[in-house]
Each structure stands twice: as structure tokens, then as C-alpha cells.
């Protein structure tokens, strides 16, 4: 496997870890979802998917994807896949596994793959920011946030949603508070 930098420079994506009581003011246009997610909490680690209901999720429909974090061994296995996500990868990624889509797989299995795992093991929110690539080209940028849902103090899912922002913004320019702790 390549060292984590070289890998990191080659997908152009970055993943934060947040801590599970951060100011859900600090997370700008998911500001809402975050504190949703705190709020089905109820005094436990990580709240469940069947804590939601579809209605919910309405703001961020088409945006969302869903994946399992499977063990034994370890996998990241979207079960959904929102619209706009299948528009904006030009592919739709439910139930597939995480790179399997990529053009280099195993450069996201190996930083997105770390971080899922870290995620899975020691519950965090996730903020991530990256391009998305057409034919080697950057067209697209995204932020997105990661939530982890699961019982026992074990993430056995993800919730996450994604919106677009401009090429030329980061996540310290937009999220100037955010409470990334350190990036995968």
C-alpha cells in the first residue's frame, strides 16, 4: 500500500472527525440534521436507523446515502444511494462497497476505508470535503456530513448527506467553527 500522503494527495478528498456532542451550530447547512441526530440520541452513544422516520429526512432527500459498516471483514456497503449522489458520481453506488465504482479503488478503501473504521471502533461525526472527477477531470466539489448510527456504543451505519459548493471554498472557510478535531 502507498503511505497515507501520498494516497491523501492522489483522491483529493479529506476526512474530519468531529466529536459526537459538537455545537450543531458549527456545522452550517447541516446544522439541523446534526441536531436531529443528537436529539434520537436519548442518553446513548449513537442514536439507531429505526430511531428516524423517511419524513425526517425530507430537506436532504436525494442527497443521502446509507451504508452498513460490515464486519468480519471489515466493508462499507452503501444500502442507499440518493439521487443526486447517483447524478453527481455518474453512478449509483447502492449496494455496492465502498471504491467499487472508482476509478482507483484502492486508494479510497485505503484513507475512506481507515476512516470508516475508525468511526466504526470509536464513534465520531464526520465533515468531508472533496472533487469529484469526470473522464480525470475535477467538476464537482462537495462537503457532506457523516453520522454514525448503532447500538452498544458500536457505529453499525453511516447517515450521510452532501451538498455542492463552489470549487474554490474549503470547510475552514465555510464551517469557520467547525470542530474537526483532526483529518483522516
Known sequence: MLPTE???????????RCPLDANPEDFGPFRDLVLLWQSKRQGRLLPTR???????????LGRIAIANLETDPFNVRFVLWGSD???????????????????????????????????????????????????????RKLMGVDLPLGTNGTAEKVLMVHQ?????????????ENPVQHYY
Not at 164 to 176: C, D, G
Open 85 to 139: 449522489l447517483a447524478t453527481w458520481w455518474d453512478a449509483d453506488y447502492t449496494n455496492k462497497c465502498l471504491g467499487d465504482l472508482a476509478t482507483r479503488p484502492e486508494l479510497f478503501k485505503e484513507i475512506e476505508g481507515r476512516y470508516f473504521f475508525g468511526m466504526q471502533k470509536d464513534p465520531f461525526i464526520g465533515l468531508v470535503e472533496g472533487q469529484l472527477e469526470q473522464q480525470y477531470q475535477r467538476y
Open 164 to 176: 455542492e459548493i463552489h470549487h474554490t471554498e474549503s470547510l475552514e472557510e465555510l464551517l469557520p
Open 6 to 16: 501520498k494516497v491523501r494527495e492522489q483522491i483529493d478528498w479529506r476526512y474530519g
Open 50 to 60: 429505526a430511531d428516524f422516520q423517511v419524513a425526517d429526512f425530507k430537506p436532504w
